[in-house]
C-alpha cells in the first residue's frame, strides 16, 4: 500500500491522463479531479499529503481551491502547476494559497517527479517539526524535576529543532528559487540567469565579510532581482534582437513591477528595495532607474547584485550576441567603477575574480546557500 498520496487537479482529461502515466511506476496514491468541487470531496473521503492543481479551471479557479485546501487541511502540501504565469496569479497563489512551488506548463518529468517527493518529504518533516515540538514542551514541565544528568538530552533535542528549522529555511529559499525559474523560464536565453546572479552575489557578500544573515539575504534578492519582468510583455522580454527605445522604455519598469510584487508578501518585504534598485547607476546618472538613487542612498545589496547581474548578462549568450570572453570583465569593472558601480563592491569582485579566474563563471556549478555562509 502507498504511503504517499497526491491529488491532481486539472480540467483537461488528457493531462490527468499524461501525469498517471507518468507516475504509474513511482511509490505514490495519484488521485485525479476534473474541477475544485470534486477534489475537496475527494479529500474529505481520501487525505493526501500534497495537491497539485491548474489555474483556469470552470467551476473553481486553482487560487481558491488552494486557499479552500489552506483553510481545511493546512498540513497538506500545496503547489500550483499552470501555463499561466502573470504577476497577479503568482502573487494571489502565494499570499492566499501558500503555495510551496510553482510549476510551469510544460512542466519537465524528472523536476515534476523530484518536486513531489521532495514535497512528501516536506509534509513529513513539518510533522516531525510538530512532534518534536510537543516532545519539547512536554519535556519543558518536568524540567524542575529532573536531574541534572538529563540536560545533554535537552541539548540533543535542541540540536534536533535547529536542525529541522535549518531544513524548513532551505525549502524556503527552494519555494523561491522555483518561483525565479518560473520567470527565466519565459526566456531559453536567459535560464539559470536569476540563480547566477544569485550565486555570485552571495560569493561577493562572502569576499567582502558581510553576515551570515546579509549573504542570506542578498541571495534571496539575487534570486528575484527579475521576478518584475513577469509583468512585461513577452514580445519585449523575447525579442531575438536589441531592444528598440520603446521597449527599452518598457523592460526598465520590471525593477519597480518586481518590487510591488514583494511588498505584498510577507517574508519577501525585506528585499523589495533591494530588487527596486539594482540597476541605479553609483554616480546617480540618468542611466540608472526607476528612481536615480546615488552612492549610499542605493540599498547595499543592490549595488552587489548590479555588479553581478552584469557579469552574468556580459559573460553569457544572447540571441542577438555571443557572451564576452572572461577577460573582458576586467575592463568593463574598472572602467565603470565610481560610475555605474559601487567602487568598494568593484575592489572585492575584481579581488574574487582574480582568485577563482574563469571558474567563477562556470555554468554547471551547483549551490546551497547554508553550506555555502557556514563554510
Known amino acids: 500500500m502507498h504511503q504517499h498520496t497526491v491529488l491532481f487537479v486539472d480540467d483537461e482529461i488528457n493531462i490527468l491522463k499524461a501525469i498517471q502515466r507518468l507516475l504509474r511506476h513511482e511509490d505514490m496514491n495519484v488521485l485525479c479531479a476534473s474541477g475544485g468541487s470534486e477534489a475537496l470531496a475527494l479529500l474529505e473521503q481520501d487525505p493526501a499529503q500534497v495537491v497539485v492543481t491548474d489555474q483556469r479551471m470552470p467551476d473553481m479557479c486553482g487560487v481558491d481551491l488552494l486557499s479552500a485546501v489552506r483553510e481545511r487541511w493546512p498540513d497538506v502540501v500545496r503547489i500550483m502547476l499552470t501555463g499561466y504565469t502573470e504577476m497577479d496569479i503568482a502573487v494571489e497563489a502565494i499570499n492566499r494559497g501558500e ?8 512542466w519537465q518529468d524528472d523536476e515534476l517527479r523530484a518536486t513531489l517527493h521532495q514535497a512528501f518529504d516536506h509534509h513529513a518533516l513539518k510533522s516531525e517539526i510538530r512532534r518534536l515540538n510537543q516532545v519539547s514542551r512536554e519535556q519543558n514541565f518536568r524540567l524542575q524535576d529532573m536531574n541534572r544528568n538529563l540536560e545533554h538530552k535537552v541539548r540533543d533535542r535542541t540540536r534536533q529543532l535547529a ?7 532551505q525549502a524556503y529559499v527552494q519555494t523561491v528559487g522555483a518561483l525565479a525559474e518560473a520567470i527565466d523560464a519565459k526566456d531559453a536565453g536567459t535560464r539559470g540567469h536569476s540563480e547566477r546572479v544569485a550565486l555570485f552575489s552571495s560569493k561577493l557578500a562572502r569576499e567582502m565579510d558581510f553576515t551570515v544573515e546579509f ?8 534570486l528575484l532581482h527579475d521576478v518584475g519582468k513577469i509583468g512585461i510583455p513577452d514580445a519585449v522580454i523575447l525579442k531575438p534582437a536589441k531592444l528598440d527605445p520603446d521597449e527599452y522604455e518598457q523592460i526598465k519598469r520590471h525593477p519597480a513591477i518586481g518590487a510591488k510584487i514583494l511588498e505584498r508578501v510577507d517574508f519577501l518585504k525585506d528585499i523589495a528595495l533591494c530588487v527596486r534598485h539594482h540597476h541605479e547607476w553609483f554616480d546617480g546618472s540618468s542611466r540608472g532607474y526607476p528612481d536615480r538613487l546615488a552612492g549610499n542612498r542605493i540599498p547595499l545589496p543592490s549595488r552587489l547584485i548590479l555588479v553581478c547581474d552584469t557579469i552574468e548578462a556580459m559573460t553569457s549568450d544572447r540571441p542577438y550576441r555571443k557572451g564576452l570572453p572572461f577577460e573582458r570583465v576586467f575592463d568593463e569593472l574598472t572602467k565603470y567603477s565610481g560610475s555605474q558601480f559601487d567602487p568598494d563592491c568593484v575592489t572585492a569582485m575584481l579581488r574574487l575574480l582574480e582568485r577563482e579566474g574563469p571558474d567563477f563563471i562556470r555554468r554547471d556549478q551547483t549551490f546551497d546557500i547554508y553550506e555555502f555562509i557556514e563554510s
Open 215 to 222: 549573504i542570506e539575504r542578498v541571495y534571496i534578492a539575487g
Open 99 to 106: 503555495i510551496y512551488r510553482l510549476i510551469t506548463k510544460p
Open 163 to 169: 536542525d529541522k528549522h535549518r531544513e524548513l529555511r
